[in-house]
Nanobody, 123 residues
C-alpha cells in the first residue's frame, strides 16, 4: 500500500515536500519513487530509488531531491524552485525488483500506485 501526501498550491520559485508512506514492501526489494501526470499528458517518471540507486528525470534534476527513511517507511521528494510546468498530480509508485537505469523511470514497469497528490505552481 502506498499513500502520497504533501501537495498544495505554491508560487513559482517556491518549495514543497511530498511524502510517500508505504507498507507491505521493503526498499531493499522494491523500486519505489515519484511520478507525475499533468492534464492531457501521460504519467512520467520524476525520481525513483531502484533498490539503492536513484534515477532522476533531467527536467527536475538539480531542483528535486528524493530521499528515503527505512525506519519510517517513507520516500520523500523535496521540490525546490518550482515552475508552472511542474503542475501535476504526483503519484508514488513501486514495483518488485531492480530496474536498469535506462528503464527506471518507465511508468508501465511499475505495478503499485498510491492515490496521488495535487501540486499546483501558480502566481
Amino acid at each position: 500500500q502506498l499513500q502520497a501526501s504533501g501537495g498544495g498550491l505554491v508560487q513559482p520559485g517556491g518549495s514543497l515536500r511530498l511524502s510517500c508512506s508505504f507498507s507491505g514492501l521493503t526498499l531493499d526489494a522494491y523500486s519505489i519513487g515519484w511520478f507525475r501526470q499533468a492534464p492531457g499528458k501521460e504519467r512520467e517518471g520524476v525520481s525513483v530509488f531502484t533498490i539503492r540507486v536513484t534515477r532522476t528525470s533531467s527536467s527536475v534534476r538539480g531542483r528535486f531531491t528524493i530521499s528515503r527513511d527505512n525506519v519510517k517507511n517513507t520516500v520523500d521528494l523535496q521540490m525546490n524552485n518550482l515552475k508552472p510546468e511542474d503542475t501535476a498530480v504526483y503519484y508514488c509508485g513501486a514495483r518488485k525488483g531492480r530496474l536498469v537505469m535506462s528503464a527506471a523511470l518507465s511508468t508501465p514497469l511499475y505495478d503499485y500506485w498510491g492515490q496521488g497528490t495535487q501540486v499546483t505552481v501558480s502566481s
